[in-house]
Nanobody, 125 residues
Framework: QVLLRESGGGLVQAGDSLRLSCSVSGPTFNQYSLAWFRQTPGEEREFVCGITRTGNTTYYSNSVKGRFTIFRNNAKGMMYVQMNSLDPTDTAVYYC??????????????????WGQGTQVSVSS
């Protein structure tokens, strides 16, 4: 059983920064590919950013590239996303996700096997 828990969401103003954290239980954390997705009411879950199991390669959606940074700490079983220059369009529930091998398309929600419960990020103008 792999359990994920996000933290760090909240209400901020446009231009502010926020860091989300995701703790992942389980003995094989360093074998997991990880990602952040987000979702707004009535919309499909959207890929935000992803990171390979070693942390050597990262992926970003065009909407967050240059503003968000994903990173992980394999020793602690933690994943993070540093979100800078936040915009009201970033308002959503953010989910962390875990994929075990064999890995699928890192940008597709269908590639992930475990999900957190989500944390709300709200950005006011």
């Amino acid at each position: 059983q792999v359990l994920l828990r996000e933290s760090g969401g909240g209400l901020v103003q446009a231009g502010d920064s926020l860091r989300l954290s995701c703790s992942v239980s389980g003995p094989t954390f360093n074998q997991y590919s990880l990602a952040w997705f987000r979702q707004t009411p009535g919309e499909e879950r959207e890929f935000v950013c992803g990171i390979t199991r070693t942390g050597n390669t990262t992926y970003y959606s065009n909407s967050v590239k240059g503003r968000f940074t994903i990173f992980r700490n394999n020793a602690k079983g933690m994943m993070y996303v540093q979100m800078n220059s936040l915009d009201p369009t970033d308002t959503a529930v953010y989910y962390c996700a875990v994929a075990r091998p064999p890995y699928g398309n890192i940008r597709s929600a269908t590639a992930y096997h475990y999900w957190g419960q989500g944390t709300q990020v709200s950005v006011s103008s």
